[in-house]
C-alpha cells in the first residue's frame, strides 16, 4: 500500500510523454531552421539550365547545405536534381541539423522532387535525426501524397525512430486520419509497442482524436482495445483521465469486450484518473454506460473514485453526483483509514470541505500515517493533514465549525486535550505561505504603482490623531508641505485577513480613482509592512450623521451599489450629492443593503465646505451585483435650473418596481456622475 501523501501528480508514463512531445517539437523546430536560407544562397538555383551545367558541385552555403538540399528546399525543378545526382553529388549528405535533401523534399510536400529524388537512387530507408526515415518526417507534416509515394517506392511502413515510434504511431499522435488509413492500407502493425509500451490507439485516445481510433478500431481491425502499457494503463484510462468524452462514449458503447474497470499499476481504473483531473462529463459516462463497480475500488492509495474527486476538489457537482450513486458513504474510509474530507483538507479546498462537513462528514475520524520513521502508525484526523500542510483557514472551519442545528461545534478540537488544543494557526507552512505571498503582493504593487505615488516615511509628518480601526491610526498630518490625512498600519501581525493584503488593495485601488467625489490619493509608503502608510486629501468638515444636518439629506445606499464596480475596473453611474437642496430617502430597505455592503456608513462620508461629499471608503463590499433588486422607493430632487423655493422646487416620484444599479439615469434632471 502506498502513502497517499507521497501520492505523485505524475507517472513516469507522463514524464516519458512529455520528452516525446519536446522531442518532436525539437524535429519540427530544427527542419525550419534547415529551410531559412538567404535570397543570395540561391543563385545559381535561378540560373538557365545550360548555365546550371557549370556550378560549383561542392558549393556549401555558411549553414552547410549543398545545391541539393537548396533544390529540394527552394522547389527547383527536376531536371536539376538530376543534373546534380548524375554528376555525383552524393543525397545522403545530412544538412546541419541532421537531414538529408530528400527529408526536406518530403517536409516540403513537393511530390515531383520527392519523385525525382527517389528515381535518382536517394536512400528511401536512410535515417536522420532522431532516427527518423522520409516516411516519418512525411506523417509528422502529414502529408498524404508524400507518404503515398514513399509507400509506393518502398518504405518500410513500420520503421521505428529513436522513440521507437513507428509513422502509424505519429499519425496517432498527430491526428492525421487520412495519413493513417493509407498506413493501414499498406499494413502498418496496429499493436507495435512504443518506448514505454504505449500504442497507436494509446495516443490516439489520450488526444483524443475519435476519427483515428474509429480507423484503428475498424472491423476487421486487429486492434488490442485492452492493450496495457508498461505501466498497465489501457486506452480508456487515458482518455478519460484527459476527458475526451466522445472517445470514452465510443469506446464504451462500441462492441469491443472493452475492460472498463481496468487498473494500472497504481490501482487506479478510469473513473479514478477521470474524478483526480476534474472531467465531470466521463465521470458521469463511465458510471451510466459500466455501472458502479468502479465506485468501490482503492488503489495503492487508499482511495476510491469519491476520494479521487476530493483529491481533485474543484468540482462540488462531481463530489454530489458520486455520493448519489449510494455506493459508500461519505465517511468510508480507505485501507489507510483516510476519508474523503481527509484528502479534501489534505489539499487545501475549503469550498469543498465546508459542503463535506454540511453534508454529514464525521471530521474525527482517524488515518493511519505509516511514514513516521519510528515505524509507529500514527492517527491523524482531517485537522492535522490540513495543519501539516498550512491551510489554515481550513484549521480555524474545524476548530470551530458547528452544524446549522448545533449549538455548540460538532469536534473534540476546541476540548482540552483534543488536538485542537495544541493545534495553534498559524501554522509553520501557513506562516511560510502567508508571507511569501505578502512579500509577492508587495513587490507586484511596487512595480505597478506610479513612482509619483510612492512615498518614503521621511516624507511624512504625524501630528494629531483623528481615527482609528483595527487597521491601526489615522492622522493629520502633511506631506512635503501639503496638509493629508495619513492611514498609518499597525506593525504587521498575523490575523484572519492580512493586513498587508488590505493594505495593498486599498493601494492599488485608489491610485486608479479620480474623481470629485471621492477623496484624492496622495501617495503611499511600501518600503516595508512595518512602515506603511496611506496618505489622502484631508476633508477638514470630517463626518456628519445624518441628523446633524440642518437639511432632509440621506445618503442613498446606491453609492455603495455603485462603488461595488469600480473593484472591477468597469464604469457606473452614482447620484451626485454635492448639489444644494438635492435630497433622496429610502425606506426600510437600506438596512437590508447596509448589511450586504457593511462597510458603507455614513460616517464614510465627510463633509467639505458645506454639502459637497467625499465618499472614503468604498471597496470592501462583499459581492458584485449584476441583477436587479426590487425596493420601493421615494426619490425627490431639485432641478438648480429653477427658482429655488420650497413650494416650486420639490418633485416627488414614487416608485414601486424592480430598479436597476443605475435607476437615476431614467429621471431627468437627476444629477449623474460617470465615473
Known amino acids: 500500500m502506498g502513502n497517499y501523501k507521497s501520492r505523485p501528480t505524475q507517472t513516469c508514463t507522463d514524464e516519458w510523454k512529455k520528452k516525446v512531445s519536446e522531442s518532436y517539437s525539437v524535429i519540427i523546430e530544427r527542419l525550419e531552421d534547415d529551410l531559412r536560407i538567404k535570397d543570395s544562397e540561391l543563385t545559381d538555383l535561378n540560373s538557365s539550365d545550360e548555365a546550371f551545367q557549370k556550378v560549383n558541385l561542392n558549393y556549401r552555403t555558411e549553414s552547410g547545405l549543398s545545391l541539393l538540399h537548396l533544390c529540394c528546399m527552394c522547389g527547383g525543378n527536376k531536371v536539376h536534381i538530376r543534373t546534380l545526382m548524375l554528376k555525383g553529388l552524393r543525397p545522403s549528405r545530412l544538412t546541419r541539423n541532421g537531414f538529408t535533401a530528400l527529408h526536406l523534399a518530403v517536409y516540403k510536400d513537393n511530390a515531383e522532387l520527392v519523385t525525382a529524388m527517389l528515381h535518382g537512387g536517394a536512400d528511401i530507408q536512410q535515417v536522420g535525426y532522431g532516427a527518423l526515415t522520409a516516411l516519418h ?142 472531467k465531470f462529463e ?38 454530489k453526483f458520486l455520493l448519489g450513486q449510494n455506493a459508500m458513504s461519505i465517511n468510508h474510509q480507505g485501507r489507510d483509514g483516510h476519508t474523503g474530507l481527509h484528502s479534501a483538507c489534505f489539499h487545501g479546498h475549503i469550498r469543498l470541505v465546508q459542503f463535506l462537513l454540511d453534508s454529514g462528514a464525521d471530521m474525527n475520524l482517524v488515518a493511519c500515517d505509516p511514514s513516521r520513521s519510528s515505524g509507529e502508525k500514527e492517527e491523524q484526523t482531517c485537522l492535522m493533514w490540513a495543519y501539516e500542510k498550512g491551510h489554515d483557514t481550513i484549521v480555524t472551519l474545524l476548530k470551530h465549525y458547528k452544524r446549522p442545528l448545533d449549538d455548540s461545534p460538532c469536534n473534540e478540537y476546541s476540548q482540552p486535550g483534543g488536538d485542537g488544543s495544541y493545534v495553534s494557526v498559524p501554522s509553520p507552512l501557513g506562516k511560510i505561505k502567508s508571507m511569501t505571498k505578502e512579500k509577492a503582493d508587495v513587490l507586484l504593487l511596487r512595480a505597478s ?78 518600503d516595508d509592512p512595518s512602515q506603511f502608510a496611506i496618505a489622502t486629501q484631508y476633508v477638514s468638515g470630517g463626518p456628519k450623521l445624518i441628523s446633524d444636518l440642518s437639511f432632509d439629506l440621506t445618503v442613498t445606499v446606491f453609492i455603495a451599489l455603485s462603488m461595488s464596480r469600480i473593484r472591477r475596473g468597469g464604469s457606473e453611474l452614482i447620484l451626485d450629492l454635492s448639489m444644494d437642496y438635492c435630497t433622496l430617502t429610502l425606506s426600510k430597505h437600506i438596512q437590508q443593503f447596509q448589511k450586504i455592503f457593511r462597510t458603507i456608513h455614513f460616517f464614510h462620508i465627510l463633509l467639505r465646505y458645506s454639502l459637497i461629499l467625499k465618499l472614503i471608503k468604498y471597496f470592501f463590499s462583499l459581492i458584485n451585483i449584476h441583477t436587479q433588486y426590487p425596493m420601493m422607493t421615494k426619490v425627490a430632487y431639485f432641478n438648480p435650473a429653477r427658482k429655488k423655493t420650497a413650494s416650486n422646487l420639490r418633485s416627488h416620484y414614487k416608485i414601486s418596481q424592480k430598479l436597476p444599479v443605475n435607476f437615476a439615469k431614467t429621471f431627468q434632471n437627476t444629477f449623474v456622475i460617470q465615473l
Open 282 to 319: 466521463v465521470v458521469k459516462e463511465i458510471v451510466q454506460l459500466s455501472g458502479t463497480e468502479s465506485l468501490s475500488k482503492e488503489n495503492i492509495f487508499s482511495e476510491t473514485a469519491f476520494h479521487s474527486a476530493c483529491t481533485y476538489g474543484k468540482s462540488l457537482e462531481m463530489v
Open 449 to 526: 504603482l506610479h513612482s509619483s505615488f510612492q512615498l518614503q516615511l521621511s516624507d511624512l509628518e504625524f501630528n494629531e490623531i483623528i481615527g482609528s480601526g483595527s487597521f491601526g491610526k489615522v492622522y493629520r498630518g502633511k506631506c512635503k508641505n501639503k496638509v493629508v490625512a495619513i492611514k498609518r498600519y499597525r506593525a504587521n501581525t498575523y490575523c484572519s485577513k492580512s493586513d498587508v493584503d488590505m493594505f495593498c488593495r486599498e493601494v492599488s485601488i485608489l491610485c486608479r480613482l479620480n474623481h470629485p467625489c471621492v477623496i484624492q490619493f496622495v501617495g503611499a509608503c511600501l
Open 137 to 278: 518526417i512525411a506523417t509528422i507534416a502529414g502529408h498524404h501524397e508524400a507518404v503515398d509515394i514513399l509507400l509506393q517506392h518502398g518504405a518500410y511502413v513500420n520503421v521505428q525512430d529513436a522513440v521507437f515510434f513507428t509513422p502509424l504511431h505519429i499519425a496517432a499522435y498527430y491526428g492525421h486520419d487520412q495519413v493513417a488509413k493509407l498506413l493501414l492500407k499498406f499494413g502498418a502493425d496496429v499493436n507495435v509497442s512504443g518506448e514505454v509500451g504505449d500504442r497507436p490507439l494509446h495516443l490516439a485516445a489520450a488526444k483524443g482524436f475519435l476519427s483515428v481510433v474509429k480507423l484503428l478500431l475498424a472491423e476487421g481491425s486487429k486492434t488490442e482495445v485492452n492493450a496495457q502499457d508498461n505501466e498497465d494503463h489501457v486506452p480508456l484510462h487515458f482518455c478519460a483521465r484527459f476527458g475526451h468524452h466522445e472517445v470514452v462514449h465510443f469506446l464504451l458503447q462500441g462492441n469491443f469486450e472493452l475492460q472498463p474497470h481496468s487498473v494500472n499499476i497504481y490501482g487506479d481504473t478510469p473513473l479514478h484518473l477521470a474524478c483526480y483531473n476534474g
